[in-house]
T-cell receptor, first 115, second 109 residues
Framework: GAVVSQHPSRVICKSGTSVKIECRSL??????MFWYRQFPKQSLMLMAT?????????EQGVEKDKFLINHASLTLSTLTVTSAHPEDSSFYIC???????????FGQGTRLTVV | GIQVEQSPPDLILQEGANSTLRCNFS?????LQWFHQNPWGQLINLFY???GTKQNGRLSATTVATERYSLLYISSSQTTDSGVYFC???????????FGKGTRLHILP
């Protein structure tokens, strides 16, 4: 399988601050990166898709100015939650993809708590 | 968009019992995966199974793509099997992975 590293695993921040989450594919190059969000006892919901060097495509209802995605290289993508509010508290998970229609692997997830 | 439905939503079993989890999807897919989400949130890949049958120890899965469903079998359940099991599909002409709502499995000692 593929090795994906996501950090931090947990972060607590104050309202109004920004938090950056990193996702790295350690043993493969990811042409596409997917970011998901999961609220307690719910399923994973896709937030956005990004291709290396291109702007991210956001799903309906996801604010692109609040959730900044950078996919500057084939092994690293970052998600920045800007001006965080308590309702942004959630579990965020990344999924770098080698190529279309291949098996999906996921990072360990980041549990964000905004106080 | 494609709909992914999992059943049952919740399942409580005694240790040693067998279980079958079902995933129905509303349109053709390129592939289908089963995951186990552990208590820390990590998604563990169980099967990558766009069609056919695969087995891995006490777990096996079958996907019948023409009838748009997949089954995950867990035999001789152990308490460590507890957690949420997700089915996720990759629709045709789309690289997104769409998740079902999951089956929450609780194995009693």
């Amino acid at each position: 399988g593929a090795v994906v590293s996501q950090h931090p695993s947990r972060v607590i921040c104050k309202s109004g601050t920004s938090v950056k989450i990193e996702c790295r594919s350690l043993d493969f190059q990811a042409t596409t990166m997917f970011w998901y969000r999961q609220f307690p006892k719910q399923s994973l919901m896709l937030m956005a898709t990004s291709n290396e060097g291109s702007k991210a495509t956001y799903e309906q209802g996801v604010e692109k100015d609040k959730f900044l995605i950078n996919h500057a290289s084939l092994t690293l993508s970052t998600l920045t939650v800007t001006s965080a509010h308590p309702e942004d508290s959630s579990f965020y998970i990344c999924s770098p993809r080698k190529a279309m229609n291949t098996e999906a692997f996921f990072g360990q997830g980041t549990r964000l708590t905004v106080v | 968009g494609i709909q992914v439905e999992q059943s049952p939503p919740d399942l409580i079993l005694q240790e040693g019992a067998n279980s079958t989890l079902r995933c129905n999807f509303s349109d053709s897919v390129n592939n289908l995966q089963w995951f186990h989400q552990n208590p820390w949130g990590q998604l563990i890949n169980l099967f990558y199974i766009p069609s056919g049958t695969k087995q891995n120890g006490r777990l096996s899965a079958t996907t019948v793509a023409t009838e748009r469903y997949s089954l995950l079998y867990i035999s001789s359940s152990q308490t460590t099997d507890s957690g949420v099991y997700f089915c996720a599909v990759n629709p045709f002409r789309d690289d997104k992975i769409i998740f079902g709502k999951g089956t929450r499995l609780h194995i009693l000692p």
